[in-house]
């Protein structure tokens, strides 16, 4: 796990290329604060901040072939580069490192560019071919590990996070502002649109391969379903043989993903997933585990007793970071450094502070359990579809709108809403089945309401755009052919997770305390199984993950094994606005800051913090508003504003 950055092309700049490479992945140290190298020769440049996790002794990068026509700069890991290996000695290569890191040359020098689809693993990574004047960037299958890229002047600037393609003079951060307007819709922009004008990232399953005459990117893994008609066959197997067959590639998932020269922890929220991964390890591994997780003051985020449950019945080394509104408040700022984007949600930040954790005690990598719920229906909001497209078929109904009060226990300001409120909530779009955005109407369409705060400027700018049209329009030839739990599916697996799950709550967290994050669940192989079960073994009336969750009952105690989803959640605007509010949040909010950065309307945001100020918390709509206006004044003063005006920053040793 690594930082990386680099350029292909024809410098503009009349400076030693070396500076600059050094200033690019000293802006990302942090990445990989064990080790930094550089490679500059004409044309080419690749610079690397190195966390040593395989081979530490012989793994430096970039690393170069025997005969020194190929070079690569890699962020993350090849989790089945053992077999790689084996195989590739085989075929008569012979390596002089033990890393995951020479693999990679090795498999190009077999494979060329195609050397991706062998790879099981999390990783982004730059390769130059001497010989056949090749440049490749390639990200992993799921975009877990982030890679971003602009062009100038006729150069490719590419590196792990944006921060670092701020150190190239011709490169300067302009917040986008159709970038806001679609994490103001989605929470995330659309890949490979970022939050910076002319930066680009690449999307996950990608590659981008480069010559001096010409540039092509191009999908090499593609996320896909059943039809509709054969979505819920079986083909021979037993719902006992698709269990099986679950945990079988999961438990193998998990083996691989243990691979390491370094102590491997894990995350425990008390939920099923990271329980589900944990009791795996346990199983694997004997030695006792050590494991990691956030607490809350606030019954209503807290999950510690169910966390000390599920370490009681595993007997692992447990330590917990607790975190309350006010500590949210004081670390966001930095948590929106790393993010690099605008977030609607508070929730990075208690897992900023649980990578701190982490770090501070000695490790170096952890496994969660981020992608089940995608990957295996979890979330409300598949549950959520599920019934509104019951809803639909009698839209007059008010016996079946009353199921509706069996979702989100968990939210008791919506519990306490009228019928009529969660009936005109939940039937957003009811008229609109055919939609292939149905599933998801009523999140967008309560998050788009923070877009009531936009200046007149704003809107100016926007006029004619509809980021709802602009998701259409990304979504695959075959989606209008899937079920509906499957088009859901892909809704958060394609976009939601790399947009924001992956990357605003997992790398960049974990990452800005050196902490490589590893999810067993994303292993593509596991992902494609999934893919093909039938919708009704997902979600069995309304019981999540039903699939998942007969697969390994028997690892887990029954109190975790069948408890309900409970998304993990943060507290919002009294971590801004209550007691103990951080001073910065006047500043970022005062209506001549506001007015300066030109996306939102002085009095209205100011309105908006009244009320805030004069309520014990905001609803929905408002929290979303307020941390998102927030978030990105906090962007535009640490990057448009202060980067822009600042001197390159000085060269790290």
Not at 236 to 262: C, N, P, Q, W
Not at 509 to 514: E, F, T, Y
Not at 587 to 603: M, T, V, Y
């Given at each position: 796990m690594c930082g990386i950055a680099g350029y292909f092309g024809h410098l503009q700049s009349h400076e030693p290329p070396e500076l600059m490479l050094r200033r690019m992945a000293g802006a990302i140290r942090y990445r990989g604060p064990d080790e930094s190298g550089i490679h500059v020769e004409p044309g080419v440049g690749l610079g690397h901040a190195r966390l040593s996790i395989i081979d530490v002794e012989s793994g430096q990068q970039p690393m170069t072939s025997d005969d020194g026509d190929v070079v690569v700069t890699f962020n993350g890991e090849i989790f089945n580069f053992i077999e790689l290996r084996d195989d590739l000695i085989a075929r008569g290569h012979r390596f002089r490192t033990d890393s995951d890191t020479e693999v990679?040359?090795?498999?190009?020098?077999?494979?060329?560019?195609?050397?991706?689809?062998?790879?099981?693993?999390?990783?982004?990574?730059?390769?130059?071919?001497?010989?056949?004047?090749?440049?490749?960037?390639?990200?992993?299958?799921?975009?877990?590990?982030?890679?971003?890229?602009?062009?100038?002047?006729?150069?490719?600037?590419?590196?792990?996070?944006?921060?670092?393609?701020?150190?190239?003079p011709q490169i300067r951060p302009e917040i986008?502002?159709?970038?806001?307007?679609?994490?103001?819709?989605?929470?995330?922009?659309?890949a490979p649109r970022t939050a910076f004008k002319g930066v680009c990232t690449l999307p996950p399953g990608?590659?981008?391969?480069?010559?001096?005459?010409?540039?092509?990117?191009?999908?090499?893994?593609?996320?896909?379903?059943?039809?509709?008609?054969?979505?819920?066959?079986?083909?021979?197997?037993?719902?006992?043989?698709?269990?099986?067959?679950?945990?079988?590639?999961?438990?193998?998932?998990?083996?691989?993903?243990?691979?390491?020269?370094?102590?491997?922890g894990a995350y425990l929220s008390g939920g099923l997933d990271s329980s589900i991964i944990a009791a795996t390890v346990h199983r694997i591994v004997p030695e006792r585990l050590r494991t990691f997780s956030v607490t809350f003051d606030s019954a209503e985020f807290d999950e510690s007793a169910f966390q000390m449950?599920?370490?009681?019945?595993?007997?692992?080394?447990?330590?917990?970071?607790?975190?309350?509104g006010s500590d949210i408040g004081s670390m966001f700022p930095e948590v929106v450094r790393h993010t690099e984007q605008p977030i609607v949600r508070t929730a990075p930040a208690p897992l900023f502070a649980l990578s701190k954790l982490v770090r501070d005690s000695g490790f170096k990598v952890v496994l969660t359990g981020e992608g089940a719920d995608e990957v295996f229906a979890g979330y409300d909001i598949f549950k959520e579809a599920k019934l509104r497209r019951f809803c639909a078929a009698q839209p007059k109904s008010q016996r079946r709108?009353?199921?509706?009060?069996?979702?989100?226990?968990?939210?008791?300001?919506?519990?306490?809403?009228?019928?009529?409120?969660?009936?005109?909530?939940?039937?957003?779009?009811?008229?609109?089945?055919?939609?292939?955005?149905?599933?998801?109407?009523?999140?967008?369409?309560?998050?788009?309401?923070a877009k009531a705060f936009y200046s007149a400027e704003m809107r100016e700018e926007l006029h004619g755009y509809d980021a709802l049209d602009d998701l259409r329009a990304h979504l695959p030839a075959d989606f209008r052919r899937w079920h509906p739990l499957s088009?859901?599916?892909?809704?958060?697996?394609?976009?939601?997770?790399?947009?924001?799950?992956?990357?605003?709550?997992?790398?960049?967290?974990?990452?800005?305390?050196?902490v490589e994050g590893r999810f067993p669940f994303l292993d593509h192989r596991l992902v494609e199984c999934a893919a093909r079960i039938p919708p009704r073994l997902k979600i069995r009336g309304l019981r999540e993950k039903h699939i998942l969750r007969e697969a390994m009952a028997d690892i887990l105690p029954p109190s975790i094994g069948s408890r309900v989803k409970q998304p993990y959640r943060a507290p919002d605007s009294p971590s801004f606005l209550g007691e103990g509010a951080p001073?910065?949040?006047?500043?970022?909010?005062?209506?001549?800051?506001?007015?300066?950065?030109?996306?939102?309307?002085?009095?209205?945001?100011?309105?908006l913090v009244a009320k805030g100020r004069g309520q014990a918390s905001l609803g929905f709509r408002d929290n979303t508003a307020l941390v998102g206006i927030l978030s990105t004044q906090l962007l535009h003063h640490a990057f448009a504003r202060e980067v822009a005006a600042a001197p390159p920053a000085t060269a790290a040793a």
């Open positions: 990679i040359i090795r498999a190009y020098q077999e494979m060329g560019p195609d050397c991706v689809t062998a790879f099981n693993g999390d990783f982004a990574f730059a390769l130059w071919d001497r010989r056949a004047r090749r440049f490749m960037l390639a990200r992993d299958r799921m975009g877990v590990r982030p890679l971003f890229y602009a062009w100038r002047g006729g150069c490719l600037y590419f590196a792990s996070e944006a921060k670092a393609l701020f150190e190239v986008d502002p159709v970038a806001i307007d679609q994490t103001f819709t989605f929470w995330f922009p659309l990608h590659v981008l391969v480069a010559t001096p005459s010409e540039i092509a990117v191009r999908r090499y893994w593609q996320l896909d379903y059943p039809d509709a008609d054969d979505s819920d066959a079986l083909d021979g197997r037993s719902e006992t043989d698709i269990a099986e067959e679950v945990r079988s590639l999961l438990t193998d998932a998990t083996r691989i993903r243990l691979r390491s020269d370094v102590p491997v449950e599920m370490v009681s019945a595993l007997g692992t080394d447990h330590m917990a970071v607790p975190c309350r709108h009353l199921l509706f009060q069996r979702l989100y226990p968990y939210l008791p300001a919506l519990k306490g809403q009228s019928q009529s409120y969660r009936s005109a909530f939940f039937g957003a779009g009811l008229d609109a089945v055919d939609d292939p955005l149905f599933s998801h109407l009523p999140r967008f369409q309560s998050t788009a309401g088009q859901a599916q892909y809704l958060e697996t394609a976009h939601l997770l790399p947009g924001y799950i992956l990357s605003a709550q997992g790398d960049r967290m974990s990452m800005a305390h050196g001073d910065y949040v006047g500043a970022r909010l005062s209506p001549a800051a506001i007015a300066e950065a030109g996306f939102f309307a002085p009095r209205a945001v100011d309105k």
